[in-house]
């Protein structure tokens, strides 16, 4: 039976800034404040020059530092112990050679050694999301004395459910986490942290959504409030 452990090292990888907190902030922070958990986040890529026509730093520079400050302010209500954020190109993961990606990836494992990884769907539209699952299953292969014994995907809103809607790609969870009020409201305010992210209803990234999100995944399992993910291996 998958069920939290108290104190337990948890790591989630992600792709960009707000990714650590639209698909599992909730649950983060039910590990953190209610278990004691020692959560750390890995933020992959500078999430946000993309947004011109060709990715040119020194245009983006206010907002990179912007996005840094939010990622702090967003981890304090989330209850994250630790986060790194790093500047792979922001939907250029696949212009980068995936053992860049890895090595970042085993720094953190070699230093912190984690018991339970989560990231990104294996099959979402964004391709910096693919590949960055890419990397966790590579950096977390189950080789000995590795420390990790569970990893579950997420689904990223605008994202996961935008994809292609076929039988392979599908986001199929089979792990659900009960959350409170407290949890979803931490999230709520993580979100808002975020000045370049946050969306208006109807979008997938509106505090609006992200409720109707975790109330669509309570009533799956018969609760108020829950987040989803899919396990991919666990050792029990």
């Given at each position: ?7 337990s090292k ?8 707000d ?11 039910k590990m ?5 958990c020692d ?5 992959l890529g ?22 840094r ?6 981890s304090k209500f ?14 250029r993961?696949?212009?980068?050679d ?11 494992k070699?230093?912190?050694?984690p018991?339970i990884v989560?990231?990104?769907h294996?099959?979402?539209l ?9 990397a966790v299953?590579t950096?977390?292969?189950p ?5 990790v014994r569970s ?16 039988s ?10 009960e ?14 942290s975020?000045?370049?992210e ?6 997938p990234?509106?505090?609006e959504?992200m ?23 666990s050792i029990?």
């Amino acid at each position: 039976m998958l069920k939290f452990q108290k104190n337990s090292k948890v790591l989630v990888v992600v792709a960009h800034p707000d990714d650590e907190v639209i698909g599992l902030g909730g649950t983060i922070n039910k590990m953190t404040v209610e278990y004691n958990c020692d959560a750390r986040c890995i933020i992959l890529g500078e999430g946000i020059t993309s947004r011109g026509n060709k990715r040119d730093i020194k245009n983006w520079e206010k907002e990179l530092v912007t996005h840094r400050h939010n990622i702090k302010q967003a981890s304090k209500f989330i209850g994250y112990n630790k986060t790194k954020a790093f500047d792979f190109p922001d939907n250029r993961f696949d212009s980068v050679d995936l053992i860049d990606i890895v090595k970042i990836i085993e720094e953190e494992k070699n230093e912190f050694r984690p018991e339970i990884v989560l990231t990104h769907h294996s099959e979402d539209l964004n391709i910096d999301h693919r590949i960055t699952f890419n990397a966790v299953m590579t950096a977390f292969r189950p080789l000995k004395d590795e420390s990790v014994r569970s990893i579950l995907t997420f689904e990223t809103f605008s994202s996961t459910e935008w994809q292609e809607y076929s039988s392979s790609k599908i986001f199929r969870p089979n792990v659900f986490v009960e959350l409170s009020k407290n949890n979803l409201n931490s999230k709520f305010k993580a979100m808002e942290s975020y000045k370049y992210e946050k969306r208006k209803y109807p979008h997938p990234r509106s505090i609006e959504s992200m409720e109707v999100f975790a109330k669509r995944w309570g009533i799956v399992v018969g609760k108020r409030y829950a987040e989803a993910f899919k396990l991919i291996r666990s050792i029990l």
